[in-house]
Structure formats: structure tokens, C-alpha cells
């Protein structure tokens, strides 16, 4: 049984980073893509984006070039996302997620629990 | 860049059928997914491939696309089925969600 299990809660500062981690259980880490989505309060879901471990390259929406950083240590099955310069509306649940089929044919079949980032001065 | 639009709401009787449209740019030409998700919740995968059901997902959870429009369809709704639902689609690259759709079940 596959499972993420992301990093707690945190308050930032605006213009700081921030960094979750998900760390992935019961299936084979580096073969699938794992990928961010964020959710502001009362919003719909947002793609950020992702890396597939075994290539060891990310792929990010345009919307966060150069302001987020996806990471992935497969020595412990873990990754990361740090998105920097923080600002009110970076206000959100950030979730894992793992992709299976990356590409077109790519779902988001295993999702992390979430982890409430709340940028606040 | 690539959207995918939903309608804000939808009703439904129990026992009665939920249609919830998706529409985009061609969307008939790529693989559209869907999520459920409740309140304080992850998401969960209801529909991926257009219409393919992943284990575990009641048979009453069906997809379709074509055109510009994908449709999850919900046939003999339970109130356990009231949730937000989002399609999902890849473009360029990119995984696109839509707008999002709240089922009620009245």
C-alpha cells in the first residue's frame, strides 16, 4: 500500500521560504512521478509541479518558474518543494502527490495528507 | 494557457443521476481524469483514462469524453457522493485541474 506522508505545519513571514517534504512508503519511489498541487482556503486545486526521482529532473508550471525548487532524495524515498519569496496569497494546503503514467496518460493516483502553509506577518 | 471550465454546482436526488461537464480547448484529443475530494480531505481518483475506473471506485462513477467536453457521470447518487469534484488533463507539459463542481445531494 502505497503512502506520502508530508511534513506538518508551518507559519512563514512573506517574502521567506518555505519547504515541505513527502515522504513515500510501499511502492517502488523513483520510477513514479512525484508531483505539487496546491489549494488555497475555499479554492480549487492548483498544479505547481513535479519530478520523476529516477531522472532527477523537474518540470514546474510557468506560474512558479523561478520561485519554486522540487527536489528528491531516493535514498529516502523522500521530496521536497521549497517555494520562496512568500507572499499572503502563497496562503494554502500543499499537497503530494504520486503520478502514475507521467505525461498524458499521468494520474494522480496517491495523494499526501496535506500540509497548511500559512504565510502571515 | 490551457483551461478547463466547470460548473460551480450541481444537484442531485439520491438515487437520481449526476452529470458534471469539463470543457477545454479539444479536450476530446487528450485523457481527461477526475478527483473527488470532501471537506478536510485529499483528493481521490475517481476516473482516469477518459472513463477507466481505478479498484476500489463503485461502479456508479463512469466518464466520457469528447469533443470539448468530458463528463463524470454518477448514476443512482448516495448522499456518501456529495463532495467537490476536478478534471484534470495534461497540456504542454503541464497538468491543468479545472474550476472545480460541488455535488450537493439533496
Known amino acids: 500500500q502505497v503512502q506520502l506522508v508530508q511534513s506538518g505545519a508551518e507559519v512563514k513571514k512573506p517574502g521567506s521560504s518555505m519547504k515541505v517534504s513527502c515522504k513515500a512508503s510501499?511502492?517502488?519511489?523513483?520510477?513514479?512521478?512525484i508531483n505539487w498541487v496546491r489549494q488555497a482556503p475555499g479554492q480549487g486545486l492548483e498544479w505547481m509541479g513535479g519530478?520523476?526521482?529516477?531522472?532527477?529532473?523537474?518540470n514546474y508550471a510557468q506560474k512558479f518558474q523561478g520561485r519554486v525548487t522540487i527536489t528528491a532524495d531516493k535514498s529516502t524515498s523522500t521530496a521536497y518543494m521549497e517555494l520562496s519569496s512568500l507572499r499572503s496569497e502563497d496562503t494554502a494546503v500543499y499537497y503530494c502527490?504520486?503520478?502514475?503514467?507521467?505525461?498524458?496518460?499521468?494520474?494522480?493516483?496517491?495523494w499526501g495528507q496535506g500540509t497548511l502553509v500559512t504565510v502571515s506577518s | 494557457s490551457y483551461e478547463l471550465t466547470q460548473p460551480p454546482s450541481v444537484s442531485v436526488s439520491p438515487g437520481q443521476t449526476a452529470s458534471i461537464t469539463c470543457s477545454g480547448d479539444k479536450l476530446g484529443d487528450k485523457y481527461a481524469c477526475w478527483y473527488q475530494q470532501k471537506p478536510g480531505q485529499s483528493p481521490v481518483l475517481v476516473i482516469y483514462?477518459?472513463?477507466k475506473r481505478p479498484s476500489g471506485i463503485p461502479e456508479r462513477f463512469s466518464g466520457s469524453n469528447s469533443g470539448n467536453t468530458a463528463t463524470l457521470t454518477i448514476s443512482g447518487t448516495q448522499a456518501m457522493d456529495e463532495a467537490d469534484y476536478y478534471c484534470?488533463?495534461?497540456?504542454?507539459?503541464?497538468?491543468?485541474f479545472g474550476t472545480g463542481t460541488k455535488v450537493t445531494v439533496l
Open positions: 484534470q488533463a495534461w497540456d504542454r507539459s503541464t497538468y491543468v
Open positions: 510501499g511502492g517502488t519511489f523513483s520510477s513514479y512521478g
Open positions: 519530478i520523476i526521482p529516477i531522472f532527477g529532473t523537474a
Open positions: 483514462q477518459d472513463s
Open positions: 502527490a504520486r503520478v502514475n503514467d507521467y505525461g498524458a496518460t499521468g494520474r494522480f493516483d496517491y
